[in-house]
């Protein structure tokens, strides 16, 4: 029973993978045969189903097992380096209680894990960006829900550990969606543009600082009001 489900899995995993590698060029998971899908993983045609309902069931598969990889690993960096900055003191400046030195700090390591993550499994993004504009409405629904629970993450531990200053709610909602779906489609940028990987990081960083914190220094303002 157990090397049944061994094999399950390991069937499973290759058929994700052999998706990814045909789709990385310029292809989207509908066009895929199951056939050639099959015989890229190295089984038997007739082994898909046994693991796959369809190739939208498949995509929901990459689409998670991307999510689950990323999406832990980035809050704990993100709680990490919070405690860091704060136990080291106010990094400053201080504006209207916010330190965005400290700010600064969890934000640069947060989006290089991103990008460094993004540069590791380039087949999951290239096919994910895809994806989110194509043919399926359910892959599509279910990127925009990864954006979204990536989104939700950010705004709690913003709240949590008091990055922000008085800022929370639906602003801090908002601002992290928009967060999220530009760091999601700045990845073929990124893949792209090896050259440029540096600078793109950093003004994503700027881009981060400047939408919270402007945000959260228009709150405090309009508090004092």
Do not use: W
């Not at 309902?53 to 990459?62: H, I, R, V, W």
Request: proline share 3%; glycine share 8%.
């Amino acid at each position: 029973m157990v090397r049944l489900q061994q094999e399950r899995a390991a069937g499973k995993q290759q058929l994700m993978q052999a998706a990814l590698r045909l789709v990385a060029g310029s292809r989207s998971l509908g066009s895929l045969g199951l056939r050639e899908l099959a015989r890229e993983a190295g089984l038997n045609p007739n082994t898909f189903y046994r693991h796959f309902d369809s190739l939208d069931a498949l995509g929901l598969a990459l689409i998670q097992d991307l999510s689950e990889q990323l999406r832990q690993p980035l809050r704990e960096l993100r709680r990490e380096a919070a405690q860091r900055a704060q136990a080291n003191g106010p990094i400053g400046p201080m504006v209207l209680g916010v330190d965005l030195g400290r700010s600064r700090l969890v934000c640069r390591e947060t989006v290089r894990l991103y990008f460094r993550f993004v540069e590791q499994n380039p087949s999951g993004f290239i096919v994910g960006v895809r994806e989110l504009h194509g043919a399926s409405p359910v892959l599509r629904a279910a990127l925009r829900e990864v954006m979204e629970a990536f989104a939700r993450d950010m705004a709690e531990d913003m709240l949590e550990l008091g990055l922000l200053g008085g800022l929370e709610g639906e602003t801090l909602l908002r601002l992290s969606s928009l967060v999220s779906r530009h760091l999601f489609q700045s990845s073929l940028d990124y893949l792209e543009q090896v050259d440029r990987r540096a600078s793109l990081s950093a003004e994503a960083e700027e881009m981060i600082i400047d939408l919270f914190i402007g945000a959260s220094l228009l709150d405090g303002l309009q508090r004092r009001a």
